[in-house]
């Protein structure tokens, strides 16, 4: 499974307005600008998740984007799956050899559960401590 701009951009987001929290909305434009993005795109990202129920829009001047609910409510597997959809890395039916259905099963439930066990919250106190400033996935 490869995980798309879609989704890698859209934890961008969350992980920006994680870091922000009590300093007000957060605008689109800045969190472009700090991670080199096109702020169109994130736009485009920023319409699912709010639909989700994950962030709130405030309008105005000093508008912009906050969180819904609080960073460690918030799981990576909850944001992958409103951009990408459901987190599967092979299609299979139950025709498929019983042997191979068990392990994409297997396969699916293991990239399931780091992503649902793993909260904007950790991310971002990864991110505090330095050990690195771009995420890189890989499954």
Known sequence: MKISTKGRYGLTIMMELANRVGEGPTSLKSIAEKHQLSEHYLEQLVAPLR???LVKSIRGAYGGYILSKSAEQVTAG???RVLEG???PVDFTEEDDPAKRDLWIRIRDSIA???DSTTLASLIS???KGKN???MFYI
């Open 51 to 53: 639909n989700a129920g």
């Open 126 to 128: 990864f991110e505090d």
């Open 78 to 80: 909850e944001v992958i």
């Open 86 to 88: 459901p987190i599967s």
């Open 133 to 135: 400033d771009n995420y």
């Open 113 to 115: 559960d780091v992503l």
